[in-house]
């Protein structure tokens, strides 16, 4: 039960929404794009542009080589490229493509070209394994920008997962083949930087933004000058650069070679698997069934994630240090959570202490001192379990499933939250944070998605539900009923944020003022139906100052 199967789900599924009028064109260089257009022709799309040579045998575990122009005379760019290769979802059955390093633009139609227009830039989620730019229909969001009088642009693009993307090992690190999921996202913003005027947005006003996987690539981006000039502004969705675990690339060797050894051209190859895996004769069916077998045996939920690279690197050391350091480029941000984050990644046969704790020693790598004491800062009591305000309900789960679900939560994702809002309060910088709280907002949109339980009250208010109240999908918000102008609420606070850097334009939608998260006032915005208001961000403070306090030792 992944949250990027219930994306693909819901914007599979948007398509049936959105009426395609007669193809839109756009000058690119010496390249005319034929693209389409949405809502009666007042939104177009131009789609599956190349931003990347295709990352194909000598190019494999290589960094992307940037391809800033086109050569042919025209492209087809009415649709979406194909996904990177992943294991195939229940919804789409769709293992993606190697050659996938493509960008997608959704413009206002009708502009004159010396309108330049903010531009919102989104890294998808996944967990560093699935996902796809395909997933996320923006129409609806561009159109919102349109009728409250401040256009946007938007984009998203591809980027290699899985161990094509974010290979581990010895022999990774030695050959720089380490983060390259987050160097395709850095050629992909550099190609917006060069070109995204061709479709009237503004270079020097680009908000980079993504939730879970996309939110954390954002913020590892945000950590080392590479962001600079690349972005003016960031906001992180259920994610920061520290969620989930950071170590060496030493960490997960085992997991790159059972990839290896699931190629039998290359199980052999102990010293020189990567100029291997670079042969002709190495198919793309080859690498996705030795992933789905690496995948298998892992000792890991997530193997194929960001790693420690070096002084030089992406991410040179941990979050937490960095922070601590003032090594970030200095742009303003929007940072926040939904209110039980832990529920999708809590393992439903968590059945006792013992369990929990086990299960942090082999995942989180931190003593059994620091384990037992974070433990023992939550009651054992399902009342104060997530999902948070179920009272003594379980769901016909064990307590210590909703123990452990509180944990996680704080562990992955609110902490890390306070912590980089906390910081920026500390160095000056303007920061808004949030907490997602609408009361029977799905993950996305389940009823699409076949194999999971009828019932999803067991989740509360989830990873991923937050998602189609940002991107405007009115249609599809019917539960609750005041769904929808929540999602136009928060959709005027995006949008006011991408265009003057302030959630609080005063422009769309009436609604509360959202204030500065800063030292003296450490306070975020609850978005909610029921009463979306400024609260003080001091819930479970002990918890989550005890997870910050011990940052190192947790590999944050």
Not at 28 to 47: D, H, R
Request: aromatic share 12%; proline share 7%; glycine share 8%.
């Amino acid at each position: 039960m992944l949250p990027a199967d219930y994306i693909a789900s819901t914007f599979l599924f948007l398509s049936a929404f959105f009426r395609v009028a007669p193809k839109s064109t756009v000058q690119f260089g010496s390249t005319t794009l034929n693209g389409a257009s949405y809502l009666n022709g007042s939104v177009e799309f131009y789609g599956g542009i190349p931003y990347a040579e295709p990352p194909l045998g000598d190019l494999r575990f290589k960094p992307p080589v940037y391809r800033r122009r086109l050569t042919v005379p025209t492209l087809n760019a009415s649709a979406y490229g194909m996904a990177c290769l992943q294991p195939t979802t229940s919804v789409s059955n769709d293992t993606g493509s190697e050659d996938c390093l493509t960008i997608n633009v959704y413009k206002p139609a009708g502009l004159a070209k010396d309108v330049t227009l903010p531009v919102m830039a989104w890294i998808h989620g996944g967990g560093f394994k699935l996902g796809a730019s395909y997933e996320f229909n923006a129409t609806e969001l561009v159109a919102q920008s349109i009728a409250r009088g401040t256009p946007i642009v938007y984009v998203n693009f591809n980027y290699r997962l899985g161990p094509l993307g974010f290979a581990p090992g010895r022999e990774a690190l030695e050959q720089n083949a380490l983060n390259l999921g987050l160097r395709d996202q850095l050629a992909a913003l550099k190609w917006v930087q060069d070109n995204i005027a061709f479709f009237n947005g503004d270079k020097d006003k680009v908000t980079v933004f993504g939730e879970s996987a996309g939110a954390i690539s954002a913020g590892v981006l945000h950590l080392n000058s590479n962001l600079k000039g690349l972005a003016h502004a960031m906001i992180l969705e259920s994610g920061s650069p520290g969620t989930g675990m950071v170590y060496d690339a030493h960490r997960r060797q085992a997991d790159w070679d059972n990839f290896v050894h699931a190629i039998p051209e290359c199980a052999h190859r102990t010293s020189d698997s990567i100029a291997c895996l670079q042969q002709a004769n190495v198919s793309t069916s080859d690498i996705l069934q030795a992933y789905l077998t690496a995948n298998a045996e892992s000792a890991f939920d997530y193997p194929w994630v960001p790693t420690l690279d070096g002084p030089d690197g992406l991410l040179p050391d941990l979050p937490s240090v960095l922070m601590d350091e003032g090594r970030f480029t200095r742009v303003p941000f929007i940072t926040g959570t939904v209110l039980d984050e832990g529920t999708l990644f809590a393992t439903p046969h968590m059945s006792s202490a013992a369990m929990i704790h086990s299960y942090l020693i082999s995942n989180y790598s931190a003593s059994d001192e620091i384990v037992d004491k974070l433990i023992a800062l939550y009651p054992d009591d399902p009342a104060f379990g997530s999902p948070f305000g179920t009272g003594d309900k379980t769901f016909g789960l064990n307590p210590q499933w909703k123990r452990y679900a509180a944990i996680i939560g704080d562990l992955l994702f609110i902490s890390h939250c306070r912590a980089i809002a906390q910081n920026a309060a500390k160095f000056g910088i303007d920061a808004f944070g949030y907490r997602f709280n609408d009361a029977g907002a799905q993950p996305v949109l389940e009823p699409f998605f076949s194999n999971i339980p009828a019932d999803l009250s067991y989740l509360g208010v989830a990873h991923t539900t937050e998602i189609p109240y940002v991107y405007g999908y009115t249609s599809l918000l019917s539960n609750p009923p005041s769904a929808a102008p929540l999602a136009r609420m928060i959709a005027d606070y995006w949008l006011s944020f991408a265009t003057s850097l302030n959630p609080n334009d005063g422009l769309g939608i009436n609604r509360p003022q959202w204030p500065k998260y800063t030292v003296k006032y450490p306070t975020i915005l609850q978005l909610s139906s029921a009463n979306t208001s400024a609260i003080p961000d001091d819930f479970r403070e002990a918890q989550i100052e005890f997870i910050n306090s011990n940052a190192k030792a947790l590999r944050r």
